[in-house]
């Protein structure tokens, strides 16, 4: 067998600017792995996140670092052992899957057993000033499930003009790590009032054990807490919800596995994402099935998106086309 890998990044050019409470960024650098196999090209995207000590010069060198197996022919059960969960992983293991989809002629769900019917994804909205959100809610009343970016201090202020630009609308928000527990005893009984539904990453990964002993009147989902199936043990008592994202678990056949183990363990499901392209959510797709929630908006957020994307009806995505993944 012989194989040709190539790996590349590519710049997509966001809308605006996207804030979270580490920063902001006009742009997402993702990076790309192609594997050409007898006359087919397949491919993965993924997303290396500063947050957990990656970028695109450190998970191209990972990747390199089992080229030699991956051009003789490596699968995808024996990548799980070759390189650790991450974005380098999740590229390769995504590049893998297209290939065996196309070698069998199948789509990928199909390989994996699972039935694939459209997702509806939440929209994000990203962290700015009380008034600008407020705008931003009121600039996007066709999206029924709003996502919060908060960041701490002023976020009752911004939660509650979210509700008043947009009184309908589903809310959860996303603190990115940046409460502490006297911020969580104010806000939560406020956030019951406003309608708030679910609360993603409150306190610092390291620092999130208060939860065992507080209140949980609204869901709490974990996402820097939870990476892989190994994360999931220490996250019972602490957490309601895990957010399953393709950059942490290494790729959707980690993906897969976690999703069905943390349901046996009682946690529902969030599927998310990092900000990339479409070929980066394609695969997540696959997990977005049966989700209690869905957070695959990345595309929208940006001003261009590879060809050819996923398809949106609003917020509604339809399953991934052959030309595009899986």
Not at 16 to 34: D, M, P, Q, W
Not at 67 to 96: C, H, I, N, S, Y
Not at 107 to 132: C, D, F, K
Not at 146 to 152: M, S, T, V, W, Y
């Amino acid at each position: 067998m012989s194989r040709k890998i190539t790996i590349s990044s590519t710049p997509w050019p966001i809308r605006g600017s996207f804030t979270i409470s580490r920063g902001s960024k006009t742009e997402a650098v993702v990076l790309n792995v192609y594997i050409e196999e007898n006359g087919i090209r397949a491919q993965g995207e993924s997303v290396p996140y500063p947050r957990y000590g990656e970028s695109v010069d450190s998970v191209t060198r990972q990747i390199k670092t089992i080229l030699p197996a991956l051009e003789k022919g490596m699968t995808r059960l024996e990548l799980q052992d070759a390189l650790a969960p991450g974005a380098a992983r999740f590229a390769v293991d995504a590049a893998l899957w297209d290939l065996e989809a196309k070698k069998a002629g199948k789509r990928a769900w199909e390989i994996a057993g699972i039935s694939m019917a459209p997702a509806t994804t939440v929209y994000t909205l990203s962290l700015a000033e009380p008034g600008q959100m407020e705008q931003d809610a009121r600039d996007n009343q066709d999206k029924p499930v709003l996502k919060l970016k908060l960041g701490g201090q002023g976020d009752l202020a911004r939660v509650a003009a979210v509700r008043k630009g947009h009184p309908t609308a589903r809310i959860v928000v996303d603190a990115n790590e940046a409460w502490s527990r006297d911020l969580y005893l104010e806000l939560v009984p406020e956030l019951v009032k406003l309608g708030v539904e679910m609360i993603e990453q409150p306190f610092p990964a390291a620092d999130d054990e208060a939860l065992r002993d507080l209140d949980r009147p609204i869901t709490i989902c974990a996402d820097e807490s939870c990476h892989d199936r190994k994360s999931l043990p220490g996250l019972v008592g602490k957490y309601d919800m895990v957010n399953i994202k393709l950059d942490k678990t290494g790729g959707l056949t980690e993906a897969l596995a976690m999703k069905k183990e943390a349901e046996a363990l009682g946690f529902e499901i969030m599927t998310g994402c990092m900000l990339g392209s479409s070929l980066a959510m394609a695969p997540a797709m696959v997990v977005a099935q049966g989700s209690k929630l869905v957070d695959l908006d990345a595309p929208l957020l940006l001003s261009k998106d590879c060809e050819p994307g996923l398809v949106f009806n609003g917020v509604e995505i339809t399953p991934p086309e052959k030309a595009l993944w899986g």
